[in-house]
């Protein structure tokens, strides 16, 4: 059974870096052709689409965040992680990591998410 799951601080200050955490269980993160996409859900929104890392680390950012957007993992953990520079309250949201098949546009596994607000 594929379980993943995301952890970080549940509140951020504006202009500080937002770091979240997933750890995959029940599959290997360089699994070949796996997609590990990091997607948020701002409240009251649609689900927002920030990026990926692959298999094999290579990485993807969605242009919408303005190049404020890291991912990274360790592959000794099998966790993947985020991190989102200067923050404002529009980065509000929760936070899921998901899979996805190479191939494939369907996320097969979502954590359960976690929630990030951004407030002084």
């Known amino acids: 059974q594929v379980q993943l799951q995301e952890s970080g601080p549940g509140l951020v200050k504006p202009s500080q870096t937002l770091s979240l955490t997933c750890t995959v269980s029940?599959?290997?993160?360089?699994?070949?052709?796996?997609?590990w996409s990091w997607i948020r859900q701002p409240p009251g929104k649609g689900l927002e689409w920030l990026g990926y890392?692959?298999?094999?680390?290579?990485?993807f950012y969605s242009p919408s965040l303005n190049g404020r957007t890291s991912f990274s993992r360790d592959t000794s953990k099998n966790q993947l992680s985020l991190q989102l520079s200067a923050v404002t309250p529009e980065d509000t949201a929760v936070y899921y990591c998901?899979?996805?098949?190479?191939?494939?546009?369907?996320?097969?596994?979502w954590g359960q998410g976690t929630q990030v607000t951004v407030s002084s």
């Open positions: 998901a899979r996805v098949v190479g191939g494939s546009s369907l996320y097969d596994y």
């Open positions: 029940g599959a290997s993160i360089t699994t070949n052709y796996l997609y």
């Open positions: 890392i692959s298999y094999d680390g290579r990485t």
